[in-house]
Nanobody, 121 residues
């Protein structure tokens, strides 16, 4: 089982990016998917999660109102639309699975390799 993140890059403050989290070898349909980020020297932070069936989405306060999580089970992919990006959003972004949207990073599994997001002018 493997998750592959993509869509990162360099963007100016105020810009937007859409990250994708695609599954390889299994179906995401029955899993909650969490998005996390880790900046240099900081702990991995959970920023958003969407449960199976898209009945519940949640966000960290640091991204609420700017980021939107969604899923397309037909494409076996979860997305993170990031608008109004700030320099403090600079980090490596990861996705991971869990049966429900509860718990912190240690409770999630099937981590991808991450995608770098850099917000800078």
């Amino acid at each position: 089982f493997q998750l592959v993140e993509s869509g990162g890059g360099l963007v100016q403050p105020g810009g937007s990016l859409e990250l994708s989290c695609a599954a390889s070898g299994f179906s995401l349909q029955h899993y909650a998917i969490g998005w996390f980020r880790q900046a240099p020297g900081k702990e991995r932070e959970r920023i958003s999660c969407i449960d199976s069936g898209d009945r519940n989405r949640n966000y960290a306060d640091s991204v609420k109102g700017r980021f939107t999580i969604s899923r397309d089970d037909a494409k076996n992919t979860v997305y993170l639309q990031m608008n109004g990006l700030k320099p403090e959003d600079t980090a490596v972004y990861y996705c991971a699975t869990r049966p429900l949207c509860d718990g912190g990073p240690a409770e999630f599994r099937d981590w991808g390799q991450g995608t770098q997001v850099t917000v800078s002018s």
